[in-house]
């Protein structure tokens, strides 16, 4: 970047005494026509830096795009889950949005049907970012208000059962 702001550094040099006119009004002042000068190398100067300040975004780009491919996919996963909670939670009757949920044969269905519909509606590429079906029901189980007495063995196995049944998960 030091080879840059040197490049730049001596063109304007180069270019000041060609460009600086001075216009004597008065006997003991003088000015400057900073207009006209801008005017004259405002085009060299942008041919010069447009493409400098290009090359520098796109470098930039280069360096954020793993991070920021990152948080897009873990947002488009955590998107991904709280669609297939919500729409496990209307798919089951007996269900009510907003309230726990303590019978434990209704979470293990609305975790089945939450990841279905995660199956059949997103990209395979969000689907084994989030763990397969496997772990997408995972984070699904976490996600549902279940009971204090709800366990793991309890909701999500019989929830992974269902799928592998279905042939979700191998």
Not at 40 to 67: D, E, F, M, R
Not at 112 to 118: N, T
Not at 131 to 154: C, K, Y
Request: glycine share 8%.
């Amino acid at each position: 970047m030091s080879r840059l702001f040197l490049a730049a550094l001596a063109f304007a040099c180069v270019c000041s005494p060609a460009l600086a006119e001075v216009a004597i009004t008065a006997p003991n002042s003088a000015s400057l026509p900073w207009g006209d000068w801008i005017l004259a190398v405002l085009p060299a100067v942008s041919n010069v830096l447009v493409p400098i300040a290009a090359g520098a975004i796109t470098a930039g780009i280069y360096k954020v795009a793993p991070w920021a491919a990152l948080v897009l996919s873990k947002q488009r996963v955590e998107t991904m889950v709280q669609g297939g909670a919500a729409y496990g939670m209307n798919a089951v009757a007996g269900v009510v949005k907003g309230k726990t949920i303590t019978i434990p044969h209704l979470g293990s269905a609305v975790i089945a049907e939450g990841v279905q519909h995660i199956i059949n509606t997103s990209p395979q590429r969000a689907i084994a970012k989030a763990g397969g079906a496997e772990g997408i029901a995972g984070m699904i189980f976490r996600s549902l208000p279940l009971d204090e007495h709800s366990s793991a063995s309890a909701i999500l196995q019989p929830a992974l059962d269902d799928l592998a049944q279905r042939g979700l998960i191998k």
